[in-house]
């Protein structure tokens, strides 16, 4: 036998025996169906989710957690376990369409000083299920931020909701991308507040849910991945890889 045709035999040879070998990551069969409330908050109770927020050099340890308040309604902390000075309150709304909404932020993280922005007709996340493709959903809502319990602007939030759909996020490592963009128009405000009359903020957040995130109680369903901020600045922003659920302390 000619060498260079032996050569070549065993270079695909070779090559059909890795492919063979890769993992095959879950298929949109998998998740199609699937309840993303499993995914967010989660069905693992008595944990919290850690990580590390890579845009802070060096990466700062990151956690989120959630305090429901019945079957729906959580309100969402991203400071130690049982630290609530920061909060985003959101709820599934199962009584209505089942839509994930988004209510309102407070925060109360810096002594003497409390902030809130608070929307009146909540902005829409997510549904309850995923169909297996692309998804997404529009709207606007009335915004109100508030300073030491002051109103200092108020305005319209156009917000569009995504679901991008899975995507390889990191060797062997498939996750299920989802995007709120949120435009907000100011009508009233105070520049101390940072928002005045006319000025336009925009912001975005995206996520990766996977189903396979280590735990105390082996793999669950959770959130592997956050990035987002305010697109108008560099401050402020974040990119969040968590590694595993953890049991509260």
Request: proline letters at 6%.
């Amino acid at each position: 036998m000619n060498r260079r045709i032996v050569i070549i035999a065993s270079v695909v040879a070779a090559l059909l025996l890795t492919l063979v070998a890769l993992p095959r990551g879950p298929g949109r069969a998998d998740w199609a169906g699937d309840v993303l409330a499993d995914y967010y908050p989660g069905t693992s109770t008595g944990t919290y989710l850690i990580g590390y927020n890579y845009v802070s050099q060096p990466p700062s340890v990151t956690v989120l957690w959630n305090d429901r308040q019945d079957a729906d309604t959580f309100r969402q902390h991203n400071w130690g376990p049982y630290q609530r000075c920061h909060t985003d309150q959101l709820s599934w709304w199962a009584e209505v369409d089942g839509y994930l909404r988004y209510v309102s932020t407070t925060d109360t993280c810096t002594p003497g000083q409390s902030t809130a922005i608070i929307y009146s007709i909540p902005i829409i996340f997510l549904p309850r299920t995923w169909s297996g493709s692309y998804w997404s959903l529009t709207g606007t809502s009335s915004a109100t931020y508030v300073i030491n319990g002051i109103t200092r602007c108020t305005g319209t939030t156009a917000w569009k909701a995504e679901i991008l759909g899975l995507e390889t996020i990191a060797p062997n490592e498939v996750g299920l991308h989802w995007r709120t963009t949120q435009t907000t128009t100011w009508a009233t405000g105070d520049v101390t507040g940072g928002c005045w009359a006319g000025a336009i903020t925009h912001w975005q957040e995206d996520y990766w849910f996977v189903n396979d995130l280590p735990g105390p109680n082996g793999p669950a369903k959770g959130l592997k991945r956050t990035k987002g901020g305010n697109l108008d600045v560099d401050a402020g922003r974040w990119d969040i890889w968590f590694d595993r659920w953890a049991a509260l302390p």
